[in-house]
């Protein structure tokens, strides 16, 4: 049994727990959507990477303005919006591995700007590959195995680890640094986030001093 075939089973479990039968419909509803923009004619992906979609960032603008003639809730609107804006990422990632280019970080910022809906972006940017490909092309199996490990990495790494007691919190940053609420607060707070995402073992002293290099950065701009 290869390593696919393991934890497929456990991450369909997540998605049917996660998507419940109002969210797929959306889902389902954005995935039309999103072909509203697409060319007529469109050549399929070369075979180690993939063009991301110019039309995508139209159809995200697009989209909202046909929920609202549809009289979606605000919220369904923002999320159909939201992954159609955002699954071009998930090319982006399959490309730079496809040039063994470092991904890590760049996974991680992936999903903390996606968040709960990481796995709906995902199966997003699936089901418009599939949609313009020849289904026997050997990119369609290298995509799915990518989304798959990005599903596995997201429920075994990033889920777990976001839902622990922040290292820091904004408190700290009044009472350990001095400082005053701004804007400077969110910046410094994802960047600790995100080290501790690529770091497992990131402790509290570790957070304080990347807190401290970001502090002498700014100072210094």
Do not use: W
């Amino acid at each position: 049994m290869n390593t696919q075939d393991q934890f497929i089973p456990s991450i369909s479990r997540q998605l049917l727990c996660a998507i419940d039968s109002h969210r797929a419909m959306l889902l389902k509803f954005a995935v039309l959507l999103n072909a509203i923009g697409r060319p007529a004619v469109q050549k399929a992906p070369i075979e180690r990477t993939i063009h991301c979609f110019s039309h995508i960032r139209n159809n995200a603008a697009l989209s909202r303005k046909i929920c609202q003639r549809l009289k979606f809730s605000r919220k369904e609107t923002d999320y159909i919006e939201f992954i159609i804006r955002h699954h071009s990422r998930v090319f982006s990632l399959f490309n730079a591995q496809q040039k063994n280019a470092p991904l890590q970080k760049a996974i991680i910022r992936f999903f903390m700007k996606c968040g709960d809906i990481t796995p709906d972006v995902l199966l997003l940017a699936l089901a418009q590959l599939k949609g313009v490909t020849d289904p026997e092309a050997l990119i369609i199996s290298k995509f799915s195995y990518f989304v798959l490990k990005l599903l596995q990495k997201y429920y075994a790494v990033f889920r777990p680890e976001t839902s622990l007691p922040p290292l820091l919190t904004g408190n700290d940053l009044i009472h350990e640094f001095g400082l005053s609420p701004s804007p400077l607060f969110r910046r410094i707070l994802t960047r600790v986030k995100e080290e501790r995402l690529l770091k497992m073992t990131l402790t509290r002293e570790d957070a304080i001093k990347v807190v401290e290099k970001l502090l002498r950065q700014h100072c210094a701009l």
